[in-house]
């Protein structure tokens, strides 16, 4: 009889815990879709976008001049080594760009997304560089599960009140993404 309480207080926790992350949240088309420390994260995000029609810009070392005319902001965040040295832009100058960007979306009242799909694999300490000040300035998050075993982002989203959609994997991201821009 123990057991059965236990197994049955967990699933309410488990599902209580579900219920206060995932949150309603919408967000206006056309979105500029970027990059936070430069990971392959991103063109999974661009093939989501473009498999679902969803109007945007894509460029991973998104400037001023791209926010232009966008309604939302996209950041997938994750340190990648390889992408940051591929653009040829350290990771001082890739941080100080997302800064510039998130400042200047919040100066013309543009709402930020921020995805997280790169699971454990885009956590550590570089990533974290890129996902913590992504998280802490956006309006919602998306986020692969496994990329939250910590409550690095949960924490983030409970602490800043932020909408936080936590997902299974890559795939559902297109589905969360259809339901913020209510696109069909």
């Known amino acids: 009889m123990k057991i059965l309480r236990v197994v049955f207080i967990v699933s309410i926790m488990l599902l209580c815990r579900q219920s206060v992350f995932s949150a309603e949240f919408e967000a206006n088309q ?13 063109l999974m ?36 080594t390889k992408g940051l040295g591929a653009a040829k ?16 979306a919040r100066k013309a009242n543009i709402k930020i997304i921020t995805m997280h799909l790169g699971g ?18 956006a309006d919602c998050l998306i986020v692969v599960k496994a990329g939250d075993d910590d409550q690095f ?4 989203a409970r602490e800043k009140n932020i909408p936080i959609f936590l997902i299974d994997k890559i795939m559902d991201a297109g589905n969360v993404l259809m339901e913020i821009f209510k696109a069909e």
């Open 45 to 80: 995000v661009k093939v989501l976008a473009q498999k679902n029609n969803l109007q945007f810009t894509y460029d991973k070392i998104a400037t001023l001049d791209t926010l232009s005319g966008m309604a939302t902001l996209i950041i997938v965040s994750g340190g990648s």
């Open 89 to 104: 832009i350290d990771k001082d100058e890739e941080i100080a760009r997302v800064q510039t960007l998130i400042h200047a």
């Open 120 to 137: 454990k694999a885009r956590r550590g300490k570089l990533s974290d560089e890129f996902n913590k000040p992504a998280a802490e300035n």
């Open 153 to 156: 982002f949960s924490s983030i």
């Open 30 to 42: 056309p979105f500029l879709l970027t990059s936070s420390g430069q990971s392959a994260d991103v």
